[in-house]
């Protein structure tokens, strides 16, 4: 048997900490009641009393990083770690020719979360990202990039021959065969060259042009029309009242209009188009009158083509956005070639920084060039001719929709579609 010292001992350690001991012999006392002593030791000792052993914290999780999945080429790519310590700083890494390199970094704010703006020094396809911080790391992410899509179109009119075709035919047959191809474009944009109003009463000139606000709005969500220029010389042909008419049915169609306003600072303010995180810009100009359409101070109209009002406005554009596209409303009708004048106005544009200068009003094709060279990161397509139209002749049903492809460094590439306009109606040529 124990001595009775030791049988305390045992209970009181049976108790704390659940321990049995067994009965045993003589010859193992001595060995037991040293093992009890040494419980009682760390049970009974001073200090441990009624104490909770301590617990190591858990490990902390690794961050976490999230991010658009495509972006525009050439563009910032914003991401937002999480799961920081606060205070901490955060790493952004690139995987590079496997390995992984700092980009940037920024500290995490009092929630442990840090937003970082990464600006890639050389465009490419994909980016795989992750955070470092505190020594832990994140599962990665990929962000892939590609050029944003710009399709344009000429001259557009939902009066007269056209309207009748709706009439007859339903509003949505002229776009019927290009409408796929508009869709699948980022941003599609053409000339409206007509009022479109229930309004309004025709001003003294030898072509009025009018369509119904209801034609155009089924169009646009059709064909996925983004942006729409006023700035010619059909927008006014009911009168400025109407022409305010025209510019609110763009609105509430879900287009952009351009190049027109209630004031010379509206008609010519830039309006902007987001897409990938890529800022396009338009402005438009007309430099066919009458007069009585171009916008005053205090006078609605379009935005008339002077060179200090063109430098000025692509200037203004330029410091917001990434693209600046200028469209004009220039040139003779018939001529198959650009004059000197529509070659000073382009000039003047890009001289300000604008990306892409696009035209309309000769009712026919005109050369569509690369600044610079194939490969140049600019370009003038100095008419797009009529798109849907009531064309007349061989020449001006020869039409197309320019396909460009938009990136934070210019213009990556850009080719014609040739189409025929057949009764109203473009249809685009394959081969």
């Known amino acids: 048997m124990l001595p009775h010292s030791m049988q305390v001992v045992r209970n009181v350690v049976e108790k704390r900490v659940g321990f049995k001991a067994r009965p045993v012999g003589a010859r193992h006392a001595a060995r037991t009641g040293a093992v009890i002593n040494a419980c009682a030791f760390l049970v009974l000792a001073p200090g441990a009393r009624g104490q909770v052993p301590p617990v190591a ?9 999230s991010g658009p999945a495509v972006r525009a080429t050439g563009v910032t790519i914003p991401v937002r770690a999480t799961g920081a310590v606060p205070g901490a700083a955060v790493e952004l890494q690139r995987a ?20 970082i703006a990464y600006r890639p020094s050389k465009p490419r396809p994909r980016y795989r990202l992750r955070v470092v911080t505190g020594g832990l790391i994140s599962a990665p992410i990929v962000v892939r990039t590609r050029d944003v899509t710009l399709a344009a179109f000429g001259d557009t009119n939902f009066g ?14 002229p776009w019927r065969g290009v409408a796929p191809t508009l869709r699948r474009a980022d941003i599609a944009f053409g000339n409206l060259e007509c009022a479109i109003t229930r309004g309004g ?9 009018r369509g119904r606000p209801e034609h155009l709005a089924r169009a646009v969500r059709f064909a996925g029309i983004d942006v729409l220029n006023l700035a010619n010389n059909h927008a006014g042909d009911y009168g400025m009242p109407a022409l305010l008419d025209t510019i609110r049915a763009v609105r509430r169609s879900g287009a952009v209009p351009v190049g027109a306003g209630a004031t010379l600072a509206a008609a010519q303010r830039p309006r902007m188009v987001s897409r990938l995180g890529l800022k396009v810009a338009f402005v438009g100009y007309s430099d066919i009158g009458p007069a009585s359409f171009f916008a005053g101070p205090g006078r ?11 430098a000025a406005g692509v200037r203004a554009a330029r410091r917001d956005a990434d693209i600046v596209i200028a469209t004009f ?8 070639s650009e004059n000197a004048r529509q070659r000073a106005f382009a000039k003047t544009a890009l001289s300000a920084g604008a990306t892409a200068v696009i035209g309309a009003h ?4 005109q050369p569509v060039r690369r600044v610079g060279g194939p490969a140049g990161r600019r370009l003038i397509a100095y008419s797009l001719g009529n798109f849907v139209w009531s064309a ?20 990556e590439g850009a080719r014609l579609l040739p189409a025929v306009i057949e009764s109203t109606r473009p249809r685009l040529v394959r081969g």
Do not use: C
């Open 201 to 209: 009463f025709p001003v003294p000139k030898q072509y009025n042009f």
């Open 392 to 411: 007349s002749s061989a020449a001006s049903s020869r039409t197309g929709i320019l396909r460009v492809r938009l990136s934070a460094r210019g213009v």
């Open 362 to 365: 000769p009712h026919v094709l």
């Open 300 to 310: 609605p109209g379009t935005s008339s083509a002077t060179f200090p009002a063109i």
């Open 160 to 173: 007269d021959g056209v309207l009748n075709v709706m009439d007859r035919r339903g509003a949505l047959h």
């Open 96 to 115: 590079a020719g496997g390995l992984w390199v700092t980009t940037t970094s920024a500290t995490a704010g009092a929630e442990g979360a840090a937003s």
């Open 57 to 65: 914290p858990p490990p902390q999780a690794p961050p976490m990083l």
């Open 329 to 336: 409303h220039w040139g003779v009708e018939r001529a198959t």
